[in-house]
C-alpha cells in the first residue's frame, strides 16, 4: 500500500501497512488456531524475557502422543510452527 510521504525522505520509499503482503498477521493466525485447538496453552512472555510458548497436550497433535512444548522469540515464528506440528489452519470463515 502506498502512501504519500509529507516527510522529506526519499520518493521511492514507501509505507509498507501490516506485515508481510498476502500473509495474516499473527495475532489473527494465534485467534484462529485457539479456536481450532483450545486444548493447546499459548504463553505470551512475561517483561523481561523473550520467548513465545505452546504447551501442547499428549495427543493433541495428529499421528504423535507426546506431550510437547515448543518455544519461538517471536509469534509468527510460533504460529509457523503450530503449522508445521497442526497442518494449515482453516480458511478464514470455515469451521471454528
Given at each position: 500500500?502506498?502512501?504519500?510521504?509529507?516527510?522529506?525522505?526519499?520518493?521511492?520509499?514507501?509505507?509498507?501497512?501490516?506485515?508481510?503482503?498476502?500473509?495474516?498477521?499473527?495475532?489473527?493466525?494465534?485467534?484462529?488456531?485457539?479456536?481450532?485447538?483450545?486444548?493447546?496453552?499459548?504463553?505470551?512472555?512475561?517483561?523481561?524475557?523473550?520467548l513465545y510458548r505452546a504447551?501442547?497436550?499428549?495427543?493433541?497433535?495428529?499421528?504423535?502422543?507426546?506431550?510437547?512444548?515448543?518455544?519461538?522469540?517471536?509469534?509468527?515464528?510460533?504460529?509457523?510452527?503450530?503449522?508445521?506440528?497442526?497442518?494449515?489452519?482453516?480458511?478464514?470463515?470455515?469451521p471454528g
Amino acid at each position: 500500500m502506498k502512501r504519500q510521504r509529507t516527510d522529506r525522505a526519499p520518493d521511492w520509499l514507501q509505507v509498507i501497512e501490516g506485515g508481510t503482503p498476502g500473509r495474516p498477521d499473527a495475532v489473527d493466525r494465534l485467534r484462529r488456531f485457539q479456536r481450532e485447538h483450545p486444548e493447546v496453552r499459548v504463553i505470551a512472555p512475561p517483561p523481561g524475557l523473550y520467548l513465545y510458548r505452546a504447551e501442547i497436550p499428549e495427543g493433541s497433535v495428529p499421528g504423535d502422543s507426546r506431550e510437547q512444548i515448543t518455544k519461538s522469540p517471536d509469534l509468527a515464528g510460533l504460529m509457523d510452527r503450530m503449522d508445521d506440528l497442526f497442518g494449515p489452519p482453516s480458511p478464514p470463515g470455515g469451521p471454528g
